[in-house]
């Protein structure tokens, strides 16, 4: 697999704290999601959905502000009730349009158990107030158009990458994977 067919989605679920995300840089396309800027900025496109987030990163020539339509769930997925996407999905939908083949999708905390699925690093800045904090209810919503948009790119490998005291919830598919972080960090030194 060559890194041209690697893509690396950062979200902002607290468990990236780990992570030295420079460590990330030359091992695939790096696609971030909202504030990341603000303590990052080797990635190569930064992905925002929501209003505030948009206008604080509007003038970034790497930004990626997909149009409205593509900010709600597909209406493939359920005509009826479209509710707001997140950065992270559009960012894997960006990596895929794109052509990459695997996926690896750091700090995507709402597959994870407990209150880390709803924590986020730049919660309670600017942005990020009270009514942009998920709660648990909406981690069932997020799972399950996690697990549609899977299904239907099967050509995708999508990995995602979990503190090493942690499991992912059960996500369905010959296609997705889950990674503890040493393995991942282990992955990247040896490559």
């Known amino acids: 697999?060559?890194?041209?067919?690697?893509?690396?989605?950062?979200?902002?679920?607290?468990?990236?704290?780990?992570?030295?995300?420079?460590?990330?840089?030359?091992?695939?396309?790096?696609?971030?999601?909202?504030?990341?800027?603000?303590?990052?900025?080797?990635?190569?496109?930064?992905?925002?959905?929501?209003?505030?987030?948009?206008?604080?990163?509007k003038n970034d020539p790497k930004a990626i502000i997909p149009p409205t339509e593509e900010r709600f769930e597909s209406s493939d997925y359920n005509p009826f009730q479209r509710r707001r996407s997140n950065a992270g999905m559009n960012a894997m939908y960006e990596a895929v349009k794109a052509g990459h083949v695997s996926i690896f999708c750091i700090g995507f905390d709402f597959i994870l158990e407990g209150d880390i699925s709803v924590d986020n690093i730049f919660k309670g800045t600017k942005n990020y107030g009270p009514e942009t904090h998920a709660n648990v209810s909406d981690n069932y919503y997020r799972l399950q158009y996690l697990q549609w948009f899977i299904s239907k790119y099967k050509t995708c490998s999508f990995w995602f990458v979990i503190p090493d005291d942690a499991e992912k919830k059960d996500i369905e598919g010959n296609n997705v994977f889950g990674i503890h972080l040493s393995r991942f960090i282990n992955m990247l030194e040896t490559e």
Request: one cysteine or more.
């Open 1 to 57: 697999m060559t890194k041209k067919n690697v893509a690396i989605v950062i979200g902002n679920g607290v468990s990236r704290k780990e992570l030295d995300l420079n460590s990330l840089v030359g091992h695939g396309t790096i696609y971030g999601c909202n504030a990341l800027h603000r303590e990052f900025d080797q990635y190569d496109h930064l992905i925002a959905i929501d209003d505030g987030m948009i206008e604080e990163i």
